[in-house]
């Protein structure tokens, strides 16, 4: 049984039936809110499935449903639905991983009031992932974009009686509507350039050779070509939304949403839809490669973009105490990673990360949310400890969660994905700076994990909350142990001995090739993992810590160093410094205007109107009566009645300024009639 | 179709049946303004349910008025007249429904409401430039009473100031048309006459024509600098007037600029096109900061609309056929949001708290006392920012899209505004609806039950359900309306002056 492509609406369009049930619900209909969410996902997963089984049959083909949207004059903008590999493998990741947040939530959102507005955000933001992933036309995926960014704000503002958390929602909102505008911008230049927003269009989309040749044809300011500033431009909203340097101050912040929250939008899914976005438009992307006179190719700056990426985040994540702030710089770093494969010319590569990444993430957040949830919301892992004992299935699945992000060897996915991006970035011939990079963010990555599950779940309990932590019940620890299951389990459909995934995504059968090839920097990245793991049990497994106030050993080594990466190397002070001051004084600067300066103008201008008035009622009694002393009674008169009208009786002044037009307009047409 | 011109009829009518109910009740005032709206509205539904998109302009009515002088009561509709009636019949209808509660002078109140209502029909629908000014005069007058008598803040000083502003662009326009009709010849005010005889006027009378046209017009489009009028008098105005004030009135300048200023002065017109596009995308953006610093609820919603306007102009200057039909899909849309938002402002906020500072909003758990108001406000919030789902974000996209073809970097600047305006309606509603600090689990305070506020009334769910209704209509939608607009845009008329896209 396969899903055709027409079909294919059906599976954003329940999670957006259950919103729309979910809004309609009252505050009492618990069941009816989360049981239709959790329903609809369940189908749209199994329709998925559905989806990817007939995508599977020819992978290089993009089938697609176009239809017109609106006409404009003699272009239509049009929208479309397509379905390959590319889609249907992201809706069984989404609709899957999105189930089981979805089931999760039930216990963690238990006591919420909001429980069934809850539901109904969620299945929001699912409706509009899923969109966003089937979409065949750039304005489709823009309008998803949008609504994805949409529910985020509402997600992540959902406690919004929290001033964090209000300032988290609106400052994730702004900084992904920067990027945004830079997507949007792409968007009309290549709708003005190319006549069209599909991807596939029979020859005519925008990612097919015919449309693609002319835009690497032309160049614009700089030597650019064409494709390339509009590739940049659709890159700039990537980087908001994936978390990219220099946007990535959002994503952190973004924690204080509800955890499920956390793992289903700045883990899995939504981070990952500018990944996605770059892997969709890759042909546009890679289309400026074939150019050598070029000042800069589009994939360079997104290699290096997702290097800088890697690195700050996993360096940034080394200094942080909120075990969901550290996940948060962890997903900043990864989305790198998969910025760098896009870069260095491995979408297949990017694209495997991204699925392993969103089972392992979704498990250490759903492991974190599980930790935080029995121990009342203490976030601080200075003050949590020794849960290994208190929680051994939430434990058990962390421990897997954290390896396979830590890259550990063979068994776990995420070995294997980072592996791709690695011998990727390896055979890069533009640079070897961002593996290196990469590199460097391997053994941070095994270190900083470390140093969590150290301080969480080893030594004893430093608050009474961690003292008091018990297990979950099963409708919290089943997703966990099934996704726990994933994160092994995956990495073995894409390795270098079975390549399915990167057959699949790249429509070419690619031949297996030994595990061991290219083993001289596989060797190099396990003993990079070995040390960093060792490392941070060596710093923060041998002491544990004992009290919760007790300083860091990193900071008593490096009190300046690890200052500066408490702080996140200062970015958010940086721009509340310079962009959010800015965009303060140009707001003051024109509330001053329009107060001081065009208020005069009106004063002026009331002036000039009183005058006016004045000077036609004095002629029109001058008119009446004649002669030159009249003139002047009426001069006074007029005065006089002024000084009343200064009183506040504006009605008798309205009648003067209409008496003074009809005059003129009297003079003017029988002057011009003569 | 020819249905049309009983909008106008019905209207006066209305007008002076309400002014008489209002002796009986004001209650029976209520209703016959309410059925004389409804009717009208009814009447422009059914003529688009009829109409067969064509370039051509379709004559209603055309008889001699005043012979002498070559004026005729000439009415007649396109694509784009009727977009704006029906945008007229909607925000009527919906603005009656949130006057529901006006207690002294009803009578008085409805009757000049629609007699402006009336008024602005006929500008929507005239195809005389004479006939057109006179109606869009008395489309002023109303304005200035109603809000002189039932508005609130300052309200003498903000109906005077809108008055002079609108008399003073007046003035222009009758100037610039005046001056163009002696010129050709004084053979007559019609929009194709005067447009034939302008054909034949030197560049600089052209330049000077269009200046003092398009000037005068835009003053009442809210075009920077001219647009301090703008929230001022909505903030002074009641409820139902500054939603016809932002709705419809806005509408007629940029009407007037779309129908008489453009293609009677295309050679004008080229000579200020860019400092026309320059100082609508400074709008765009100015009033957009604007909204971020004002402490009062109604003053951010009045920048809003100066912001939105500023589009609408933009997509003027551009000057193409795309552009021009985001310009119209904007004045739509941006009739019934807008609408939308001084609606939940004014009549819902407004009324029961009696304060707009969002300081002291701030303090209010209003998004529990007022749960209907909260959410219809996010939703228009959302509309207001251009997301998708919304008419804003088709009316905007097209814009840019247009704007886009004509110079990258008036598109690029106007984009910019679509930041500021998320930034803005953001702050509005986070700080108005949701800035009540709690502690988690704390029961409501007893202060909240002190003075309960009244229940959202069944009036104002109804005008909400209307203008909500037709925002995600047209945003999911939009060829309902640019099937209308396009092909109007596309007569030889419009096509001396808007470039790309001959049918």
New interface residues.
């Given amino acids: 049984m396969t899903l055709s492509v027409q079909s294919v609406w059906l599976i954003p369009a329940l999670p957006l039936l259950a919103a729309a049930i979910g809004a309609l619900t009252p505050r009492g209909g618990r069941k009816l809110a989360a049981g239709c969410a959790i329903a609809a996902m369940s189908v749209a997963f199994v329709l998925s499935c559905l989806a990817l089984n007939g995508a599977l049959v020819n992978p290089a083909q993009h089938a697609v449903f176009n239809f017109v949207w609106f006409d404009l004059g003699h272009r239509t903008v049009d929208l479309g639905l397509l379905l390959d590999p590319l889609t249907a493998l992201m809706l069984v990741m989404v609709t899957f991983v999105g189930t089981l947040i979805f089931i999760f939530s039930l216990g963690y959102m238990k006591e919420d009031a909001n429980f069934t507005r809850f539901f109904c955000f969620l299945s929001l933001f699912a409706a509009a992932m899923l969109g966003l992933l089937v979409a065949n036309s750039l304005l489709l995926l823009f309008v998803c974009w949008e609504l994805v960014g949409l529910a985020s704000y509402l997600l992540i503002g959902f406690w919004f009686h929290k001033p964090s958390a209000a300032a988290a929602a609106k400052k994730a909102f702004i900084t992904t509507r920067i990027g945004d505008l830079g997507f949007l911008l792409g968007m009309l230049w290549l709708y003005n350039s190319t006549q069209t927003l599909l991807f596939y269009d029979g020859g005519h989309g925008c990612l097919e050779t015919g449309v693609l040749a002319g835009l690497t044809g032309s160049t614009v300011a700089g030597g650019l070509a064409l494709s390339t500033a509009i590739g940049l431009l659709i890159f700039c909203g990537a980087v908001g939304k994936s978390g990219q340097f220099p946007l990535h101050v959002w994503l952190p912040d973004a924690m204080e949403g509800p955890t499920p929250v956390s793992a289903l939008i700045h883990a899995a899914t939504m981070v990952a839809a500018g990944v996605f976005l770059i892997a969709r438009v890759y042909p546009l992307m890679a289309a400026d490669q074939l150019l050598e006179h070029v000042p800069v190719h589009a994939l360079t700056v997104v290699a290096f973009i997702g290097a800088i990426t890697a690195l700050l985040g996993a360096v940034i994540a080394v200094a942080q105490n909120d075990i969901k702030r550290i996940l948060a710089f962890s997903t900043v770093s990864q989305l790198g990673y998969m910025m760098l494969a896009l870069g260095v010319g491995a979408p297949a590569a990017a694209i495997f990360h991204l699925l392993t990444h969103a089972f392992f993430k979704a498990l250490l957040f759903l492991g974190a949310g599980s930790v935080i949830h029995a121990a009342h919301h203490e976030q601080d892992i200075r003050r949590l400890g020794g849960l290994r004992l208190r929680m051994r299935v939430t434990f058990a699945a962390f421990t897997a969660g954290m390896l396979a992000l830590a890259g550990f060897p063979f068994v776990f996915s995420g070995f294997w994905s980072k592996e791709g991006i690695l011998h990727a970035a390896h055979e890069w011939d533009v640079s070897q700076l961002p593996l290196y990079m990469g590199l460097t963010a391997v053994v941070l990555t095994a270190f900083y994990m470390t140093r969590l599950m150290a301080e969480v779940f080893f030594g004893h309990g430093r608050s009474h909350e961690a003292e008091h932590a018990h297990e979950n019940p099963a409708v919290m620890t089943v997703p966990l142990v099934l996704l726990a299951i994933c994160a092994v389990v995956l990495g073995f459909l894409g390795t270098p001995a079975w390549p399915w995934l990167q057959s699949v995504l790249t429509g070419k059968a690619i031949e297996p090739h030994s595990i061991f090839e290219g083993g001289g920097l596989m060797l190099l990245s396990i003993i990079l993992v070995g040390a960093g793991l060792g490392l941070g049990w060596a710093v923060y497994g041998r002491r544990l810590r004992q009290k919760a106030e007790a300083a860091d050993p990193l900071q008593t080594a490096m009190p300046g160093v690890f200052a500066a990466l408490a702080d996140r190397l200062g970015f958010d002070e940086f721009y509340a410094a310079t962009v959010f001051r800015l965009n303060a004084y140009a707001a003051a600067l024109a509330d001053f205007l329009d107060r001081r300066v065009w208020g005069g103008l009106v004063s002026f201008l009331g002036s000039l109107g009183e005058f006016a008035g004045l000077v036609n009622r004095s002629v029109d009694e001058d008119g009446l009566n004649g002669g030159f002393d009249s003139f002047s009674e009426g001069v006074r008169g007029t005065g006089q009645r002024y000084s009343r009208l200064q009183t506040g009786e504006v009605h008798g002044y309205l009648r003067t300024l209409a008496i003074g037009f009809v005059v003129l307009v009297l003079i003017v047409v029988l002057g011009g009639v003569r | 179709m020819n249905a049309l011109p009983c909008t106008i009829y019905v209207s006066f009518t209305g007008a002076l049946l309400a002014l008489l109910a209002g002796r009986v009740s004001a209650a029976a005032a209520r209703w016959v303004a309410l059925a004389t709206a409804v009717t009208a509205w009814g009447l422009t539904l059914s003529a688009a349910a009829h109409f067969v998109p064509a370039a051509a302009v379709q004559t209603l009515v055309d008889a001699p008025w005043v012979p002498?002088?070559g004026i005729r009561y000439h009415l007649a509709a396109d694509g784009i007249s009727l977009t704006l009636v029906v945008l007229t019949g909607l925000a009527a209808t919906a603005g009656i429904l949130f006057s529901w509660n006006i207690k002294e002078r009803t009578g008085e109140f409805f009757a000049l409401y629609l007699a402006l209502i009336g008024g602005v029909y006929g500008v929507f629908l005239s195809a005389d430039v004479f006939l057109l000014f006179v109606f869009y005069e008395i489309a002023i007058?109303p304005k200035?009473f109603l809000i002189?008598n039932w508005g609130s803040t300052r309200r003498?000083y903000g109906?005077?100031?809108l008055?002079?502003?609108s008399?003073?662009g007046?003035?222009l326009v009758?100037?610039g048309v005046?001056w163009a009709?002696?010129a050709g010849g004084?053979h007559g005010f019609g929009l194709t006459d005067l447009a034939t005889a302008a054909a034949g006027f030197t560049r600089g009378e052209q330049i000077a024509m269009f200046a003092l046209v398009f000037l005068g017009f835009a003053v009442l489009a809210g075009m920077f600098?001219f647009?301090?009028?703008a929230?001022t008098g909505h903030v002074a105005a009641p409820t139902g007037a500054s939603m016809l004030l932002a709705g419809v009135v806005m509408k007629l300048g940029a009407y007037g600029c779309l129908r008489v200023a453009l293609p009677l002065f295309p050679i004008g017109f080229a000579f200020w096109q860019p400092c026309i596009a320059w100082l609508a995308i400074i709008g765009i953006l100015?009033?957009g900061?604007?909204a971020?610093?004002?402490d009062d609820f109604k003053f951010v919603i009045g920048y809003s609309s100066v912001s939105h306007m500023g589009f609408v102009l933009l997509g003027l200057a551009a000057a193409n056929?795309?552009a021009a039909?985001g310009a119209v899909l904007q004045m739509f849309s941006h009739g019934v949001i807008a609408g939308l938002l001084f609606a939940v402002v004014g009549r819902m906020v407004y009324e029961r708290t009696h304060t707009r500072k969002l300081a002291d909003l701030r303090l209010l758990p209003l998004h529990r006392l007022l749960p209907f108001a909260a959410v219809t406000f996010v939703l228009a919030g959302?509309a207001s920012m251009g997301?998708?789902?919304f008419s804003g974000?088709?009316a905007e996209?097209?814009i840019?899209?247009g704007v886009?073809?004509t110079s990258?970097i008036w598109?690029?600047a106007a984009?910019?505004g679509?930041?500021v305006a998320?930034?803005f309606t953001?702050?509005a509603i986070?700080v108005s609806f949701?800035g009540?600090?709690?502690?988690?689990g704390e029961s409501p305070a007893p202060a909240d039950h002190a003075h309960p506020l009244d229940p959202i009334t069944l009036p104002e769910k109804l005008g909400t359900v209307l203008l909500l209704g037709a925002t995600i209509l047209i945003g999911l939608k939009?060829?309902l309306l640019?099937?209308w607009i396009?092909p109007a845009?596309?007569s030889p008329f419009f096509q001396t002056v808007l470039k790309?896209?001959?049918?």
């Fill in positions: 002498t002088l007058v200035y002189a003498e109906a005077m100031k008055a002079l502003y008399f003073a007046s003035a009758l100037l005046l009709y002696a004084s600098p647009h301090t009028w929230p100015y009033a900061f604007v971020l610093v004002q056929v795309r039909s959302l997301m998708p789902g974000f088709p996209l097209t840019l899209i886009w073809t990258r598109a690029l984009a910019v679509v930041l998320a930034a953001l702050r986070q949701f009540k600090v709690e502690t988690a939009p060829d640019l099937g396009t845009l596309q790309g896209g001959t049918p």
